[in-house]
T-cell receptor, first 120, second 110 residues
Framework: NAGVTQTPKFQVLKTGQSMTLQCAQD?????MYWYRQDPGMGLRLIYY???????DKGEVPNGYNVSRLNKREFSLRLESAAPSQTSVYFC???????????????????FGPGTRLTVT | GIQVEQSPPDLILQEGANSTLRCNFS?????LQWFHQNPWGQLINLFY???GTKQNGRLSATTVATERYSLLYISSSQTTDSGVYFC????????????FGTGTQLKVEL
């Protein structure tokens, strides 16, 4: 049981290059999330997918796209990287009560190890 | 949207000391979670605590949802407790996503 996995762990891009960050979970969770963490800013939600087949914008979606490939996998794409996208990116997943029959709301959220991205 | 404030922003303790971290939130919530980010960046879920009190070893947490706050207690602190502690909430109209506070940076010294 690997939990939440992310690839790559580190990446350096030049301005204007594109890349896709991959995330997978093996906990059969419905909901998956992409966050970015910048010094002193805490965690900010980029995009999320409450269930397979749906995606929604979070707090800071500009410059990013996502794909919920299947229940296990949720990818984040930077089409034209900018220095402002230098950050640490975390993927996370959780179950939610709406599908577990246990009531409303999310349950424990689990994080991947992160991807440290530098854009020069 | 919902606002989540944590205090104190920074805390330095001697090993063996106790501490209390606070999380205030501005609206009704479905749930509240506490996370620890270790110095290597790994984020670990400590507590899922929409209300009431839970304990896990030297750590315990209490959420008083009606008064819109939660407390994380660390007793007999150890150097391995160092890192950043985040609380995060899902507001009742929030649509399956968490809003994070900016964290409390804890350093435990020998």
């Amino acid at each position: 049981n690997a939990g939440v996995t992310q690839t790559p762990k580190f990446q350096v891009l030049k301005t204007g290059q594109s890349m896709t960050l991959q995330c997978a979970q093996d906990m059969n969770h419905n909901s998956m999330y992409w966050y970015r963490q910048d010094p002193g800013m805490g965690l900010r939600l980029i995009y999320y997918s409450a269930s397979e087949g749906t995606t929604d914008k979070g707090e800071v979606p500009n410059g990013y796209n996502v794909s919920r490939l299947n229940k296990r996998e949720f990818s984040l794409r930077l089409e034209s990287a900018a220095p402002s996208q230098t950050s640490v990116y975390f993927c996370a997943s959780s179950a939610h009560g709406g599908t577990s029959g246990r009531g409303l709301g999310l349950y424990e959220q689990y994080f991947g190890p992160g991807t440290r991205l530098t854009v020069t | 949207g919902i606002q989540v404030e944590q205090s104190p922003p920074d805390l330095i303790l001697q090993e063996g000391a106790n501490s209390t971290l606070r999380c205030n939130f501005s609206d009704s919530v479905n749930n509240l979670q506490w996370f620890h980010q270790n110095p290597w960046g790994q984020l670990i879920n400590l507590f899922y605590i929409p209300s009431g009190t839970k304990q896990n070893g030297r750590l315990s947490a209490t959420t008083v949802a009606t008064e819109r706050y939660s407390l994380l207690y660390i007793s007999s602190s150890q150097t391995t407790d160092s890192g950043v502690y985040f609380c995060a909430v899902e507001d009742t109209g929030g649509g399956n996503k968490l809003t994070f506070g900016t964290g409390t940076q804890l350093k435990v010294e020998l």
